[in-house]
């Protein structure tokens, strides 16, 4: 998507008598400085990047404390304020999206399993793992969707994407063998300690494919409803409310004894405050991330959310006393890297023709893989 910069200050930039802003009593410098602002690419990229780390940091410090296990509930939680805070914009008429329709939720509702299940995954791994090993290992999404785009829809890898998943495999090795190092050390090989790492990877696998099911599922689903992107929203928080709400009742703890733990008293507020402001944090990842594409442009918008990885990584080392050690950031420095060669390879395999693929593409003839229908 191209910039819109220097197009969205409407009739405020005309000059006519009839509706020059004066006329109403509005200040002009104060109407540019915020159409200014809104076109500001540094203050997008800012937002966006600030809302993806504000949310990773909330969610990990609610599930930091070992005794939580309330995981439906939290996610129930933050599908219930992003249900309220979009109707509420729409009330208001900041925002507009379709009027939820059965018909069409019957549709979208596979989809919103799946998305269950991968924030479900995701809060499981977030536990167990420190927000930088997490993300260095949320980078194999990347190469389960390319694939998977690959055998559903007739996609392609190219040579420089290859190199960039040699990357992303190497910095999750890394980063594993530099946390069961640290554990090791710190504990002197505890086999409990190892077992909640070795949880945390199996969880983090199982989000990756959770993940990657969800986004290939999400595409193909998207051509039957015509959703826009606020659209899904509103239909997976909906929709997901009731299973989250039957599954925290039935398979979790709601013994007086495991909400003490799971909310102690001196810190309940603070818990309660976090799981609002990460719902919260949904809507605004979502809005940021079509600010950031409007006031730069896609291919700005794609590595900003590369170089991204890097701040999240180190919002674990900082706010969460995640060890510092050189192989941990070396996992960290080559995540970093391969984040940006793959959105380089993306971009370089969209502006030109596909001359330079690897032979993983659908073939001319009945070979190769086909696209579902």
């Given at each position: 998507m191209s910039s819109n910069r220097g197009r969205t200050t409407g009739n405020f930039e005309r000059d006519e008598e009839d509706d020059s802003p004066r006329k109403f009593g509005i200040d002009t410098k104060s109407v540019s400085?915020?159409?200014?602002?809104?076109n500001s690419p540094s203050i997008s990229v800012l937002a966006y990047c600030g809302s993806s780390i504000l949310m990773t940091v909330m969610n990990k410090y609610i599930l930091s404390g070992l005794d939580f296990n309330l995981n439906?509930?939290?996610?129930?939680?933050?599908?219930?304020?992003?249900?309220?805070?979009?109707?509420?914009?729409?009330?208001?008429?900041?925002?507009?999206?379709?009027?939820f329709r059965m018909d069409k939720a019957k549709q979208w509702f596979p989809v919103t399993l799946l998305l269950i299940g991968m924030i479900y995954t995701g809060s499981?791994?977030?536990?167990?793992?420190?927000?930088?090993?997490?993300?260095?290992?949320?980078?194999?999404?990347?190469?389960?969707?390319?694939?998977?785009?690959?055998?559903?829809?007739?996609?392609?890898?190219?040579?420089?994407?290859?190199?960039?998943?040699?990357?992303?495999?190497?910095?999750?090795?890394?980063?594993a063998w530099a946390d069961i190092k640290h554990a090791v050390e710190s504990t002197g090989g505890d086999s409990a300690n190892l077992a909640v790492l070795n949880s945390g990877y199996i969880w983090v696998l199982v989000n990756c494919v959770c993940t990657s099911t969800y986004v290939l599922g999400k595409r193909k689903r998207i051509k039957l409803?015509?959703?826009?992107?606020?659209?899904?929203?509103?239909?997976?928080?909906?929709?997901?409310?009731?299973v989250l709400i039957f599954s925290t009742f039935l398979l979790e703890d709601w013994s007086a004894e495991n909400i003490n733990k799971n909310f102690p008293l001196d810190q309940r507020h603070a818990i309660f405050s976090a799981m609002i402001l990460s719902g919260l944090c949904t809507i605004f990842i979502s809005y940021t991330s079509a600010w950031c594409i409007r006031a730069t442009s896609s291919t700005t918008?794609?590595?900003?959310?590369?170089?991204?990885?890097?701040?999240?990584?180190?919002?674990?080392?900082v706010f969460f006393d995640a060890p510092v050690t050189v192989p941990s950031v070396s996992a960290i420095g080559l995540g970093f890297i391969s984040g940006i060669v793959y959105t380089i390879a993306k971009i370089k395999q969209n502006a030109k023709p596909k001359a330079d693929i690897l032979p993983l593409s659908n073939i001319p003839g009945g070979q190769g893989p086909r696209s579902a229908p």
């Open positions: 400085n915020a159409v200014s602002l809104s439906f509930l939290l996610l129930c939680v933050q599908s219930i304020v992003c249900v309220v805070a979009i109707q509420t914009c729409k009330a208001t008429g900041i925002m507009t999206f379709q009027d499981k791994a977030l536990q167990f793992l420190s927000i930088p090993v997490y993300t260095i290992f949320k980078n194999l999404t990347i190469i389960m969707t390319a694939y998977g785009e690959v055998l559903w829809f007739g996609g392609s890898v190219s040579r420089l994407s290859l190199f960039s998943f040699g990357l992303i495999v190497l910095s999750s090795v890394v980063a409803t015509n959703f826009k992107d606020i659209d899904t929203m509103s239909y997976d928080n909906t929709l997901s409310i009731p918008y794609s590595m900003v959310g590369a170089l991204n990885k890097l701040p999240i990584a180190v919002s674990g080392l």
